[in-house]
């Protein structure tokens, strides 16, 4: 794996675990990445949070199937936990969401090649057009403010150009990672 596609990795799974867990995920994630397997008490005495909250994050984190652990019994007989990324896990998360983004943009444009969203410049939104007001006249007026709503044609096309660009983008992603 090449430096740019692990800068791109550790940027989504840092994002990533921000967005399940905040600041501590950030955390937990972040001292991962700089040390390696860790245990919870390593990551506990590293990060400043409890242990408890620490395997609370971690099961959600390994839930999600980035991170792994393997297991090592110690001297008296306890057994450690060593928590680590999942390099593998990892890249089928970071697919996943991005198919699932890419399937909400692409119902967003079907959305809007159908003529089934108006845009006012007032409110800066989307409106369907059964929530929109029709006027005798035939303009379809905005629900909130009441200024005239534009067809959305042009954005369209402009967001199809896009998502053509993006699409390209992942083909050539997906090849390096």
């Not at 943009?105 to 800066?124: H, K, M, P, T, Y």
Request: overall charge neutral; proline content about 1%.
């Amino acid at each position: 794996m090449n430096e740019k596609t692990r800068k791109l990795l550790a940027k989504f799974l840092l994002d990533l675990a921000h967005q399940m867990a905040g600041n501590s995920g950030l955390a937990i994630i972040s001292a991962l990445l700089s040390n390696g397997p860790m245990r919870d008490e390593d990551l506990a005495r590293v990060t400043g949070m409890n242990v408890l909250t620490i395997r609370g994050i971690v099961s959600q984190f390994i839930s999600a199937g980035f991170v792994t652990y393997f297991e090592q019994r110690a001297r008296s007989n306890w057994v450690d936990y060593y928590f680590f990324i999942d390099q593998i896990g990892l890249r089928a998360a970071m697919k996943e969401r991005f198919l699932k983004v890419l399937s909400l943009v692409q119902g967003f444009l079907q959305s809007i090649n159908a003529n089934e969203l108006q845009w006012c410049d007032q409110c800066r939104l989307f409106y369907k057009l059964e929530e929109s007001v029709l006027t005798e006249g035939g303009d379809v007026l905005c629900p909130v403010c009441g200024s005239q709503l534009k067809d959305t044609k042009d954005f369209a096309d402009q967001l199809n150009n896009h998502l053509s660009d993006i699409i390209k983008k992942l083909r050539e992603l997906w090849r390096y990672i």
